[in-house]
């Protein structure tokens, strides 16, 4: 018999009310109305949420979909569309009470049934079409409502991290989808999912609904008058699609948009500042890497494997010189795969090493590589000369921390230049030939993980070759602890195996981490309200706060 | 008849080069390293599924060959596949960005031939004056600013006089009425400073060539028997010299225009223009293989088209070719 315990009560949905009004200013009431015109350079790729890929098309589900759940602004789960919710003793049954009442857009119920149905559905299709949902809805075996305020979730097996991952799934209209999850669900990836031809909104569960939107160009949203939650104080929103960051800042001066989020560049700062716009920074939870191919089964440079090389080359990296010129002071500086800003998760005790190019040639002359007439070391007959693969992810700041780098290596013997690549070709190299991860050397990238480490652990598991894994590293001990911690439903147990699973990774070094960039991101000052977030700032995909509480001054 | 056989031949030509394009376009971005399950799956919760699923549903899993007949097969039946990245007909993707292209583009250009064609004439007729030498540095200087520069330099300088960036005003007409003539107006104004950008960087071309085009013509002898006869500089620039003149330009003149379709890939991305440039550029770092075969289709097929006008064009205003 499975005992339910209580783990979110309704004082949840206190706290949400409160959070919701913490940035109203005391006393004086909020301007109404208004339109919100958001810029950004990262466009919406899809309105379907079984094609997109971009973080803007996940902020607007956030915004016209129901979530069972959302973060708040210290990133702790609480209630969205699910008001409370409990686990059976053996975490494999879970069970949410939804609002009650509630309706979509166009006056139909939304009910718990319509989040069972949209679990369902995906599931039958995650082979084929619903692939992109796969990793959200993994290891349930099956959803069900009771009654229209009730959700069952039946998991096959514990999972640690069901509500972070229910936070990201979207609860779709089946009066809109019901159509297309019929026959091999053809039609599933190619429905555009728009607002129709006449004029019409899309049909909204969430707290705005989508009334245009023009692939590359914009999306404008209206309030939805059938909205459950509390009232947003704007009117609606717009977002702007630039395809360079320079444009995007033009238009911000030009109050031709009124907030830039997520991509402004740390060049730009003083200059927005400068000219009265508000400029708001927090600590991200993405983080930049140096990669170093660690793959037993390489075929060149095999010094690489050896654990000195890398800990000289960490020893060499100057993230303080780094955080300086590159960042211009807007970085912390890097230890471990889980950033400080993810809160319990990050071990604070794994500290980045210190610069010290003495330590730097002492471990390398320890493991025997001697220096060469050219001042390039020597290591197995070959010099110490690596090609470092480059995405355009990285220009800009990459390209100055690279020369940085670059200047230090050179201090110590090793010689390292940048090959530029496009995403698509980078990736093709470093996991060349066919996912083995052989041929290449170094690397620079970035990942901008989700709140839950899950992710971020996973991607330095074996599953991932060929997949997401962007270093070849590949060790049965380490995907062992990833199993288990996926597992482990006191999070506690879960921390102090996320905790070693980082010192593994910190002791073994197929990533260095350089540094954890911070969201930049400004506004105009006729603006106030916004709730700032460590992923993707405060127009984001954990929550709906922000365009619920953002009002004119 | 033997302009027929000239025709015949021109026409033939231009349907061959048609087909290797074709053929050049599926193969090249297939020989690329990379491929579109690798930068679609990236992304938080890909999982093998995904990866696996991707690559069927785009047809991948195939033989290349195979892939060709199909790409062919369905290409004689107008269809140029659906997009990797959008999921929607390639068809309506690249007619929607071509309509934001053309009038930008159009507009650009024609402001280019005509300014070209015009300041060439003017520099040639005022040859060694001080108009002639500011004319033509202008020109060289224009023509050698990296159009990223240029552009970058204008949308810094009328940035709050002019729009600086998308096709219009995204919130007219959603969230207050907006009259039809209110919308074109507010689209000409976002228009000004991507077609400057183009009409400034391909102007200075045209003008060199024609002022070239036109000192050599000015030293024809027939020109000397006009002065000879005791006809006016402006009648016979006007009706001996430019006419003639223009010959050269008629090529250049049929291969810009022949580009309008493939849009101004720097221009559109300073811009955030939505047209066809931005969408290849974008397809290209998705390796979106049915976009960028469409789009490169459309491409070839114009330039060939239009070059195959400017050879009927040659074979009208000089009978000398079939001679």
């Known amino acids: ?553 | 008849v033997r302009g027929a056989d000239y025709v015949i031949r021109r026409a033939g030509f231009a349907l061959l080069t048609i087909f290797i394009a074709i053929t050049i376009n599926f193969f090249l971005f297939r020989v690329l390293p990379g491929n579109a399950v690798s930068d679609l799956a990236r992304v938080p919760h890909a999982t093998p599924q995904l990866r696996h699923a991707l690559t069927v549903e785009f047809g991948l899993n195939r033989p290349k060959w195979l892939q060709y007949l199909i790409y062919l097969r369905e290409l004689a039946h107008g269809n140029m596949g659906i997009s990797f990245a959008y999921q929607q007909p390639v068809s309506s993707l690249l007619l929607n960005d071509l309509k934001n292209t053309i009038p930008m583009v159009t507009i650009g250009t024609l402001g280019a031939i005509v300014v070209g064609v015009g300041t060439g004439i003017l520099s040639a007729w005022r040859r060694g004056r001080p108009s002639d030498h500011v004319s033509t540095n202008l020109a060289i200087a224009f023509y050698a600013f990296p159009t990223q520069f240029l552009g970058l330099m204008l949308l810094i300088l009328f940035g709050g006089l002019l729009p600086t960036s998308g096709m219009e005003n995204p919130y007219a007409g959603v969230f207050g009425p907006e009259s039809e003539i209110a919308r074109l107006q507010d689209i000409g104004l976002h228009l000004i400073l991507p077609a400057l950008t183009l009409l400034l960087t391909l102007y200075g071309e045209f003008t060199l060539i024609m002022r070239s085009s036109m000192l050599e013509t000015m030293g024809e002898d027939y020109v000397l028997t006009a002065r000879a006869k005791g006809l006016s500089d402006r009648r016979i620039i006007a009706r001996h010299v430019v006419r003639n003149a223009l010959l050269p330009i008629a090529t250049l003149i049929a291969l810009s225009i022949g580009w309008i379709v493939g849009g101004a890939i720097l221009i559109e991305f300073i811009f955030s223009w939505p047209g066809i440039g931005l969408a290849l550029w974008q397809s290209i770092n998705q390796r979106d293989y049915p976009m960028l075969q469409g789009g490169f289709l459309i491409l070839a097929i114009s330039v060939v088209l239009l070059n195959f006008l400017a050879d009927l064009a040659y074979f009208k205003l000089d009978p000398r070719i079939t001679q």
């Not at chain 1, 909205?227 to 717009?238: E, L, R, V």
């Not at chain 1, 995007?248 to 009124?258: E, F, R």
């Not at chain 1, 037993?296 to 993230?319: G, M, Q, S």
């Not at chain 1, 003495?358 to 471990?363: D, F, R």
Request: glycine share 6%.
């Open chain 1, 1 to 553: 018999m499975r005992v339910p315990k209580i783990l979110a009560v309704p004082l949840a949905a206190v706290t949400l009310i409160a959070l919701a009004s913490c940035s109203q200013s005391s006393g004086t009431p909020n301007a109404e109305g208004g339109v919100l015109r958001i810029g950004t350079s990262y466009p919406i790729d899809s309105m379907n949420p079984f094609v997109a890929q971009s973080d803007y098309s996940y902020m607007t589900f956030e915004y016209i979909y129901p979530q069972l759940v959302q973060y708040n602004a210290a990133l702790a789960i609480v209630p969205d569309f699910a008001t409370s919710w409990s686990q059976s003793k053996n975490g494999l049954t879970w069970t949410f009470h939804t609002v009650p009442n509630a309706k979509w857009s166009d006056g139909k119920p939304l009910t718990a049934g319509d989040a069972a149905w949209t679990i369902n559905e995906s599931l039958k299709y995650d082979n084929g079409p619903t692939a992109n949902s796969a990793g959200v809805l993994a290891h349930i075996a099956r959803a069900s409502a009771p009654n229209p305020t009730t959700l069952v979730i039946r998991y096959k097996v514990a999972v640690a991290d069901v509500l972070e991952q229910m936070q990201q799934m979207s609860v779709l209209p089946p009066q809109v989808w019901a159509q297309y999850f019929t026959g091999n669900g053809a039609g599933i990836k190619t429905f555009q999912n728009v607002p129709p031809a006449n004029g019409q909104p899309m049909v909204s569960g969430g707290p705005f609904e989508l009334v245009k939107y023009a692939v590359n160009q914009d999306a404008l949203f209206k309030r939805n008058p059938n909205w459950w939650g509390p009232k947003p104080h704007i009117d609606g929103f717009g977002l702007q699609f630039f395809s360079n960051d320079d444009a995007m800042i033009q238009a911000l001066k030009d109050n031709q948009v009124d907030f830039i989020g997520e991509y402004t560049p740390p060049t730009a700062v003083a200059a927005l500042k400068r000219a009265g716009f508000v400029v708001t920074t927090t600590p991200s939870l993405s983080m930049k890497t140096f990669i170093i191919n660690t793959n037993p089964h390489k075929t060149t440079h095999r010094e690489l494997l050896n654990p000195l090389v890398r800990e000289a080359i960490e020893y060499a990296t100057d993230r303080q010189q780094i955080i300086k010129t590159a960042w211009l002071g807007l970085a912390e500086p890097g230890s471990t795969i889980i950033a400080p800003s993810d809160g319990t998760w990050h071990d604070t005790n794994l500290q980045p090493v210190p610069f010290s190019l003495a330590k730097a040639n002492e471990l390398l002359d320890q493991a025997g590589y001697k220096m060469g007439s050219n001042g390039v070391r020597i290591a197995d007959g070959h010099p110490m000369s690596y090609n470092v693969i480059f995405p355009p992810d990285e220009r800009g700041t990459g390209d100055r921390t690279f020369e940085i780098m670059q200047t230090d290596l050179s201090k110590i013997g090793i010689q390292i230049t940048q090959q530029n690549m496009d995403d698509s070709a980078a990736f093709n190299a470093i996991s060349a030939p066919n996912s083995k991860y052989e041929t290449f050397d170094m690397a620079m990238w970035d990942w901008v993980p989700p709140v839950d480490p899950d992710f971020m652990l996973s991607v330095l598991t074996c599953a991932q070759l060929g997949n997401n894994s962007d270093s070849g590293y590949c060790n049965p001990a380490y995907d062992k602890m990833y199993a288990e911690q996926s597992t482990l439903l006191n999070p506690a147990a879960r921390r102090a195996l996320i905790f070693k699973m980082q010192q593994y990774i910190y002791n073994a070094r197929p990533y260095i981490i350089l540094d954890y960039p911070d969201v930049i991101e400004a506004h105009s000052k006729k603006w106030t309200g916004f709730t700032i977030s460590p992923v993707m700032g405060s127009i984001n995909s954990l929550s709906i706060q922000t365009l619920l509480n953002v009002h004119q001054s």
